[in-house]
């Protein structure tokens, strides 16, 4: 099908399958509705599932907007090992045995809670991190000697699901984490504080932001995406955790010409405007420094609830 313009526009949750890149569920998406303007929020490495938002059409302006600053996942951490990449794709480059401590809840939960809090981390050799222009990843392939810079991080929760052997000792942990954090890290981290080795062996994303997992949608499932575009479409308003204007029928004609209506100058918290549940304006005010910005969508974004509507009198 030729891309162009489908006259849709709205964000929806993917549940990215294992073996594909961010890049190619968004390539599909296009394919599958003829549409050049498509988008996601938050790269998922190829290796791991889970939640990925993307964008159609107009509503790709959105995404630099949302609220996606805290990430949930579910992790496997196999010990005994350290890998190029520090996960199962990489080859082994160190090896150690592993303690005894490790295989016991007490002693795992110990370790997982060292780990929470602000610091910093030292991103994966192969990562989109960039360096003198490039990604680091390029580099790496190329045999590289890579000294990347850390890069401040916040772990706010973690939880020891299950201890296995499978035969090497394998942690199932959960993670809360802020945004820029990564779990190969971590898992590399945690193996040498222990005084061992250890990589990721799997990773699905849980959460991004205010998204759920819940609210994903398989890639088999949006088969049908032009026509249920409006049953799958997520509420913008809620993902973007904004205040609320629902727009009188003389004032949209006015937004839609790139005009706000005057309430909006007396607003300190970001606004989301809205007329018979689309989204047609989206004042963005800066909570550091108070500067504003406005994106406008003349044809409206799909997805506004009903039940997610108060007016600001």
């Given at each position: 099908m030729k891309r162009g313009s489908s006259g849709?526009?709205?964000?929806?949750?993917?549940?990215?399958p294992l073996g594909l890149s961010s890049h190619a569920?968004?390539?599909?998406?296009?394919?599958?509705l003829g549409e050049k303007r498509v988008g996601h929020g938050g790269t998922l490495d190829p290796l791991a599932s889970g939640v990925l938002l993307i964008g159609v059409g107009p509503a790709t302006r959105l995404l630099n907007y949302l609220t996606l600053d805290t990430k949930a996942y579910r992790a496997q951490?196999?010990?005994?090992?350290?890998t190029s990449t520090d996960d199962i794709e990489g080859e082994v480059i160190a090896s150690?045995?592993?303690?005894?401590e490790l295989f016991e809840p007490q002693g795992a939960e110990a370790l997982l809670s060292s780990f929470l809090g602000k610091q910093s981390q030292v991103p994966p050799n192969f990562s989109a991190v960039h360096v003198d222009g490039k990604r680091a990843y390029d580099l790496a392939r190329k045999g590289s000697?890579?000294?990347l810079q850390a890069r401040a991080i916040e772990v706010y929760r973690t939880e020891l699901l299950e201890i296995t052997r499978r035969p090497q000792l394998v942690w199932d942990v959960y993670f809360s984490v802020s945004k820029g954090s990564y779990i190969r890290s971590l898992a590399r981290d945690i193996g040498l504080?222990?005084?061992?080795?250890?990589h990721l062996k799997s990773?699905?994303?849980?959460?991004?932001?205010?998204?759920?997992i819940a609210e994903c949608n398989s890639l088999d499932e949006l088969s049908d995406l032009t026509e249920s575009s409006a049953r799958r479409a997520l509420d913008p308003v809620t993902l973007l955790n904004s205040e609320i204007y629902l727009l009188e029928d003389e004032e949209l004609s006015k937004v839609q010409n790139g005009l706000l209506p005057s309430v909006s100058k007396s607003l300190k918290r970001s606004c989301s405007f809205v007329y018979a549940s689309k989204l047609y304006a989206y004042l963005h005010i800066d909570k550091q420094t108070n500067n504003r910005e406005t994106v406008f969508f003349p044809e409206g974004i799909e997805g506004v609830q009903e039940?997610?509507?108060?007016?600001?009198?």
């Amino acid at each position: 099908m030729k891309r162009g313009s489908s006259g849709l526009s709205f964000l929806v949750g993917v549940d990215k399958p294992l073996g594909l890149s961010s890049h190619a569920v968004v390539d599909k998406i296009r394919n599958l509705l003829g549409e050049k303007r498509v988008g996601h929020g938050g790269t998922l490495d190829p290796l791991a599932s889970g939640v990925l938002l993307i964008g159609v059409g107009p509503a790709t302006r959105l995404l630099n907007y949302l609220t996606l600053d805290t990430k949930a996942y579910r992790a496997q951490i196999e010990f005994g090992s350290q890998t190029s990449t520090d996960d199962i794709e990489g080859e082994v480059i160190a090896s150690s045995e592993v303690p005894q401590e490790l295989f016991e809840p007490q002693g795992a939960e110990a370790l997982l809670s060292s780990f929470l809090g602000k610091q910093s981390q030292v991103p994966p050799n192969f990562s989109a991190v960039h360096v003198d222009g490039k990604r680091a990843y390029d580099l790496a392939r190329k045999g590289s000697e890579l000294n990347l810079q850390a890069r401040a991080i916040e772990v706010y929760r973690t939880e020891l699901l299950e201890i296995t052997r499978r035969p090497q000792l394998v942690w199932d942990v959960y993670f809360s984490v802020s945004k820029g954090s990564y779990i190969r890290s971590l898992a590399r981290d945690i193996g040498l504080k222990a005084h061992t080795q250890a990589h990721l062996k799997s990773l699905r994303r849980l959460k991004s932001g205010l998204l759920d997992i819940a609210e994903c949608n398989s890639l088999d499932e949006l088969s049908d995406l032009t026509e249920s575009s409006a049953r799958r479409a997520l509420d913008p308003v809620t993902l973007l955790n904004s205040e609320i204007y629902l727009l009188e029928d003389e004032e949209l004609s006015k937004v839609q010409n790139g005009l706000l209506p005057s309430v909006s100058k007396s607003l300190k918290r970001s606004c989301s405007f809205v007329y018979a549940s689309k989204l047609y304006a989206y004042l963005h005010i800066d909570k550091q420094t108070n500067n504003r910005e406005t994106v406008f969508f003349p044809e409206g974004i799909e997805g506004v609830q009903e039940c997610t509507i108060k007016k600001i009198s």
